[in-house]
């Protein structure tokens, strides 16, 4: 097994993973969850049928060869709505996205046409790419060769970078968690230069006089691009927010413990974002105010639904608002809040002579084990060990608590 045969068996193994990652792990932002899944989706089939060529396992499987070609020609499509999801916070189509679909819409069309061809065309085609993995783009399929496939899809691709480029900064300037930030800039970048390799690549492809670099150059140029792809598929877990789409409004268990929300309690907003995408920022912040003075948030029924309700706004409004200014979603939102209600409550001594069931109760949980399971995550320990450091702390005897 070559180099580039190992590199591309451990970037399909790597994208598998975040897929599953992505769809199992619960995020405050479905749709761009959805769609990063999707991207991670295609490079793990376009690494996996390259390991299937490129170590010459093509023989054994001659299925996996025409078919994906579409597929790969909607990865920039997935990255355009990925990246306009989280940017704008909402996907409007337009008629002018049509574009993004045309090497999609041709690809469909040639192997339609690959597969009108007689089986012994097909079965020609087939072994040539068998036998002659690095000819395969000069194959015509039916409007077009593969590397002129190739060529289309990096082209368009390239000029959607180009337009998320734009748009990035003015979602930078505004928006006020860093960690998402951090990840959109890391993340474009590396497609940048994944994307533009792969032009040039591509451009060599579609001229066999080499006008653009030797044939060292050209290895040297498919070596960094493999090595990108990489880096691409191992970035997210330097970013555990591509997979959850927010992150804890708490720098630390202490912060909740001395009953501090860092970024909700005080109502602080930059001046310029009062009003955005329709939203009376202030009015949010000052109406939430009213709801954790009144902890309506310890009902066991508080939700979204409920609290849209309450304040009379819609819900993709308050949605919005929760991901947007605080960075979190509405449960992490309540969550934290009646964390921040029991640790006053244990604090006070409601353990000394009342139960966890009892506590969680008050807190608006169903039940004991969800109780302590978001108290520990937010908390850093569970009820119990931070009743018995609350005992130590303020000298309360510890034979009068209660546990059961």
């Known amino acids: 097994m070559g180099l580039f045969s190992s590199v591309l068996i451990i970037v399909s193994v790597l994208s598998l993973v975040k897929v599953s990652i992505l769809l199992l792990r619960k995020g405050s932002d479905k749709r761009a969850n959805s769609l990063l899944s999707v991207f991670f989706f295609i490079v793990f089939l376009y690494s996996l049928q390259g390991f299937v060529i490129e170590a010459g396992y093509l023989k054994d499987l001659p299925w996996f060869y025409i078919w994906p070609l ?132 591509s451009v060599e492809k579609c001229f066999p006089e080499e006008i653009l670099v030797s044939t060292h150059s050209y290895t040297v140029l498919m070596s960094f691009m493999f090595m990108s792809s990489f880096f691409l598929v191992i970035l997210p877990f330097y970013f555990p927010i591509a997979f959850l789409n927010f992150s804890s409004p708490f720098s630390s268990p202490d912060d909740i413990k001395r009953n501090k929300l860092s970024k909700f309690s005080d109502g602080k907003i930059i001046e310029e974002e009062k009003e955005k995408y329709g939203l009376h920022v202030e009015w949010y912040n000052s109406s939430l105010k009213k709801v954790e003075v009144e902890r309506l948030y310890l009902s066991p029924k508080f939700d979204i639904t409920i609290l849209a309700s309450y304040l009379e706004a819609p819900v993709h409004h308050l949605s919005y608002f929760f991901n947007h200014h605080y960075g979190i979603s509405f449960s992490s939102y309540r969550n934290n809040l009646r964390m921040q209600y029991a640790v006053k409550l244990i604090e006070e001594g409601f353990l000394v002579k009342s139960t966890i069931e009892a506590l969680a109760s008050e807190c608006g949980f169903a039940s004991r084990s969800a109780f302590s399971k978001t108290f520990k995550a937010i908390v850093g320990q569970n009820p119990k060990d931070y009743f018995l450091e609350v005992q130590n702390r303020f000298l309360i005897s510890k034979e009068e608590f209660n546990p059961i």
């Open 70 to 201: 579409p597929i790969y020609a909607l990865m920039h499509v997935v990255i355009f709505f990925y990246f306009n999801s989280i940017l704008d916070k909402s996907i409007t189509w337009k008629a002018s996205y049509t574009l993004l679909f045309i090497p999609f819409l041709l690809a469909i069309a040639d192997v339609f046409l690959f597969y009108l061809k007689p089986d012994t065309e097909k079965i020609a085609i087939i072994n040539d790419a068998i036998l002659n993995p690095a000819d395969r783009f000069e194959k015509q399929y039916g409007l077009f060769a593969l590397k002129e496939h190739f060529l289309m899809r990096s082209a368009i691709a390239l000029l959607t970078i180009c337009l998320l480029w734009f748009k990035l900064p003015f979602f930078l300037k505004s928006s006020i968690n860093k960690e998402t930030n951090n990840w959109l800039s890391a993340f474009l970048a590396l497609l940048s230069v994944v994307i533009g390799l792969t032009l040039v690549l």
